[in-house]
């Protein structure tokens, strides 16, 4: 296996849960083979606490995370992405900026959890569902031969991870 650490975006509106929660998970269960970042393109400007929840519950402590631009990711001096995934519907519509290097990108749809109503039992179990199909996917993206594939290859791989037929 190579020795490269894959960097990995997920991008969302508001960046403040379904990226959050798949930046965490990946970094958290990623060893050492990827590095994952999120942003988005009107970050919230705080993580939603519900989403912390949902990632401390599985196990995962980063007290790193923050809702952040895309506009990070577009600078210069930024890392340079291998994949750049989007993780809701309204980011996956949004004209985004350049990204150096050409990665590989994708749209993995998830239900917004922060648009649950009702009372906390309600909105705890809307974050913990889609916080277990964040993992299921990024289970099935870490198993994936990322070395042995090209671009064209890796793009029908996430395409079927998220539920689109290439």
Same mark, same amino acid.
């Given at each position: 296996?190579?020795?490269?650490?894959?960097?990995?975006?997920?991008?969302?509106?508001?960046?403040?849960?379904?990226?959050?929660?798949?930046?965490?998970?990946?970094?958290?269960?990623?060893?050492?083979?990827?590095?994952?970042?999120?942003? #988005?393109?009107?970050?919230? #400007?705080?993580?939603?606490?519900?989403?912390?929840?949902?990632?401390?519950?599985?196990?995962?402590?980063?007290?790193?995370?923050?809702?952040?631009?895309?506009?990070?990711?577009?600078?210069?001096?930024?890392?340079?992405?291998?994949?750049?995934?989007?993780?809701?519907?309204?980011?996956? #519509?949004?004209?985004?900026?350049?990204?150096?290097?050409?990665?590989?990108?994708?749209?993995?749809?998830?239900?917004?959890?922060?648009?649950?109503?009702? #009372?906390?039992?309600?909105?705890?179990?809307?974050?913990?569902?889609?916080?277990?199909?964040?993992?299921?996917?990024?289970?099935?993206?870490?198993?994936?031969?990322?070395?042995?594939?090209?671009?064209?290859?890796?793009?029908?791989?996430?395409?079927?991870?998220?539920?689109?037929?290439?």
């Amino acid at each position: 296996m190579s020795d490269k650490a894959y960097n990995v975006l997920f991008l969302c509106t508001g960046n403040s849960a379904r990226s959050i929660m798949a930046e965490a998970l990946l970094n958290g269960d990623g060893t050492g083979r990827f590095r994952a970042y999120s942003a #988005g393109s009107h970050p919230a #400007g705080a993580v939603n606490p519900y989403a912390l929840e949902q990632i401390q519950a599985i196990g995962h402590t980063q007290p790193d995370l923050r809702s952040k631009s895309w506009d990070e990711f577009a600078a210069a001096d930024a890392p340079e992405m291998d994949f750049v995934i989007t993780v809701c519907d309204k980011a996956a #519509g949004e004209v985004c900026p350049f990204w150096p290097g050409q990665p590989v990108t994708a749209h993995w749809g998830f239900r917004d959890p922060a648009a649950v109503t009702g #009372g906390a039992d309600e909105i705890r179990q809307a974050f913990a569902t889609v916080c277990r199909e964040i993992k299921t996917r990024l289970d099935i993206f870490r198993s994936l031969p990322i070395e042995k594939l090209d671009k064209l290859a890796l793009r029908r791989e996430l395409a079927k991870i998220g539920g689109v037929q290439p």
